[in-house]
């Protein structure tokens, strides 16, 4: 996402010239239209080795992480709410601060394609909104996970809890297998 990575300072890193490319080639980028280049293409443009295009866009995602960790406010415009967003993808997780027009809601369906190379994922679910107060600042925390929502099994979670059939750690748990096939066994009459 060029907009992430006008954030950093360039100069004296190895990706300065990577980085250049990606700001004049911003509208090509951004285009939903357009193919997204391939690092074998970027290489070619800027007549470089692809490995090191590679290891410069590693290292171009470690540093807009690194801004993201150290400033969020960068990451939010004005009117936006700043949002921590953790992003679970087959045990894989990750972290973003990022501004957002709107709060989403439990179920819906949220798409952050920069996640990606962090940790596989690009589709995500609203599992939970957390929100704190504290010290006069308030946070929301929202918690994303590739799994589809399914209303029912997380109402058998509940039954199952509130008749002390599985643990508090069972109840949290999201990919347990055996605890899914327990749940609707136990209680098939529903």
């Known amino acids: 996402?060029?907009?992430?990575?006008?954030?950093?300072?360039?100069?004296?890193k190895p990706y300065k010239q990577l980085y250049d490319w990606l700001?004049?080639?911003?509208?090509?980028?951004?285009?939903?239209?357009?193919?997204?280049?391939?690092?074998?293409?970027?290489?070619?443009?800027?007549?470089?080795?692809?490995t090191k295009?590679?290891?410069?866009?590693?290292l171009l995602y470690h540093d807009i992480h690194s801004v993201n960790e150290k400033s969020p406010e960068l990451f939010k415009k004005d009117g936006q709410k700043l949002c921590s967003l953790s992003f679970n993808y087959i045990d894989s997780h990750a972290q973003f601060n990022l501004g957002l027009d709107v709060i989403p809601r439990i179920g819906e369906a949220f798409h952050f394609w920069f996640i990606k190379p962090i940790?596989?994922?690009?589709?995500f679910h609203v599992k939970d909104i957390v929100h704190?107060?504290?010290?006069?600042?308030?946070?929301?925390?929202?918690?994303l996970?590739?799994?589809y929502p399914n209303g029912y099994l997380q109402l058998l979670k509940e039954k199952a809890y509130l008749h002390r059939d599985i643990s508090f750690s069972e109840f949290l748990s999201s990919s347990?297998?055996?605890?899914?096939e327990k749940l609707v066994k136990w209680h098939k009459s529903l």
């Open 1 to 12: 996402m060029p907009c992430f990575t006008r954030l950093l300072n360039p100069e004296n």
């Open 23 to 50: 700001l004049a080639n911003e509208t090509v980028l951004t285009d939903e239209d357009k193919r997204l280049p391939s690092v074998k293409d970027i290489a070619a443009e800027l007549k470089i080795d692809s």
């Open 53 to 58: 295009v590679s290891k410069q866009i590693k």
């Open 119 to 123: 940790n596989g994922g690009t589709s």
């Open 132 to 143: 704190s107060f504290d010290k006069g600042v308030h946070e929301t925390w929202i918690y």
């Open 145 to 147: 996970t590739h799994e």
């Open 176 to 180: 347990d297998f055996s605890l899914k």
